[in-house]
């Protein structure tokens, strides 16, 4: 079909007599390229107007194909016009480049399907886990996995397709596969058990995108980023990347307190001995404000009890949980709840108790303190001298013994 086109816009430019062979051959290709511009703008102006129409219709799928679609199918417009514009040119030139149309036509046409096909994949998974898209959304993860697992098989297909089309035995290149496949498995074992472990998280799923892990085997605690082939990336409470290999999960218990239903509050507050005539009372006030507050969760356990005699303190257990899961909140009611436990303490006349001793001495015995006795001495020693009868009692003492020193001097000279 091309070959009569071409043959009779030939003769019809001959006809003229006054362009020559490459002259012509110039002003078909140039034809052929300026109409697939025209043919590739009009089909993206018409796409478009047909996506922003849909878009206002409550089906979902019909802007996801046409979003996947706008720019695969004008670059396969593109692809058929440069087909067209080499076969003009190799029907004016036996160049052997030209030779290799048809192959080149098949390859560019593999690759436009496959573009189409990841976009609808990634135009379906978007759609899935949207919240204002879905009533109830996919969770994300399954989503990726399988949208991966869909890219994996096209990319394949295609492959192996492509290969056909070059001339290459498919059943040769599937049984070489087999054969080497066995010597890759050994030599990239670790590499195939990250994968078979990155399967089994998207198959059990005991953790997804945006939760917080930790596991008590390793150290590892923080929020899964991304969850991928090889392994698996995790942002630590101190905001650094962890990379931990899929095939580690296999091996280890992970917590996952994301999913948790409720936080604990479990504390031991100790009165003094001095107050256990209040005890009864104190318990019964605590288990009512807990019961009554508004961030407890009463439908949980919630225990309230004079636990046990201890050192220095009569400990009482307050065991309950919140109905909050979130870190933060969960110490704002914590300091509530103690705070208001300080309060009833204190409303029936009891201390919070500290570790303290008391020593029991016998009738009639007491301590002293020789460093006391020395420091007291001195200090009613120094309260004297600033007494003025002190110091004039210390000048007529001072000066009777200046007297006996010179009548013993006086004596001694007479002698």
């Not at 091309?2 to 002259?23: A, K, Q, S, V, Y």
């Not at 004016?92 to 560019?108: Q, R």
């Not at 379906?124 to 879905?134: W, Y």
Request: charged residues 25%.
């Amino acid at each position: 079909m091309i070959g009569n086109i071409l043959r009779i816009m030939n003769e019809w430019i001959e006809r003229f007599g006054m362009l020559t062979e490459g002259w012509r051959a110039g002003i078909l290709i140039f034809a052929v390229v300026l109409a697939t511009a025209i043919v590739a703008f009009i089909v993206s102006r018409v796409v478009l107007y047909l996506e922003n129409k849909f878009s206002h219709t409550r089906n979902l799928w019909d802007d996801a194909v046409l979003h996947a679609c706008r720019r695969p199918l004008v670059a396969f417009i593109w692809l058929q016009g440069v087909y067209w514009a080499a076969e003009i040119a190799h029907h004016f030139s036996d160049a052997e480049v030209f030779t290799a149309n048809e192959t080149v036509l098949k390859i560019g046409f593999m690759w436009v399907v496959v573009w189409a096909l990841f976009g609808l994949v990634k135009q379906v998974e978007s759609v899935l886990v949207s919240p204002v898209k879905m009533r109830k959304p996919m969770d994300f993860t399954t989503v990726n996995a399988i949208s991966k697992l869909l890219r994996a098989v096209i990319v394949i297909t295609a492959v192996l397709t492509a290969l056909q089309t070059l001339g290459f035995s498919i059943s040769g290149v599937l049984a070489f596969g087999g054969v080497g496949g066995i010597a890759v498995g050994f030599a990239a074992k670790d590499l195939l058990a990250n994968f078979f472990g990155g399967f089994i998280i998207h198959l059990d799923r005991p953790f997804k995108v945006g939760d917080w892990i930790r596991s008590p085997d390793r150290n590892i605690e923080g929020t899964v980023e991304h969850i991928g082939w090889r392994l698996t990336t995790i942002r630590t409470f101190d905001k650094r990347p962890l990379y931990v290999p899929n095939a580690t999960f296999t091996v280890i218990a992970v917590e996952n307190p994301s999913r948790m239903t409720n936080r604990r509050i479990s504390e031991t507050i100790g009165i003094r001995y001095a107050d256990v005539q209040s005890m009864k009372k104190i318990v019964d006030d605590i288990r009512e404000m807990l019961k009554n507050h508004d961030e407890i969760d009463a439908n949980q356990t919630l225990i309230v009890n004079f636990l046990a005699f201890n050192d220095s303190t009569l400990d009482i257990m307050i065991y309950t949980f919140t109905k909050t899961t979130d870190w933060v909140r969960f110490h704002g009611i914590k300091e509530n709840v103690l705070l208001q436990i300080s309060d009833i303490i204190e409303s029936h006349g009891a201390e919070v108790a500290f570790p303290t001793r008391t020593l029991h001495l016998p009738d009639g015995v007491t301590v002293s303190n020789p460093d006391a006795k020395e420091k007291d001495e001195k200090r009613g020693d120094k309260a004297a001298r600033k007494n003025p009868d002190y110091r004039e009692n210390q000048g007529e003492a001072q000066a009777r013994d200046d007297g006996a020193d010179s009548a013993e001097g006086g004596d001694a000279d007479g002698d």
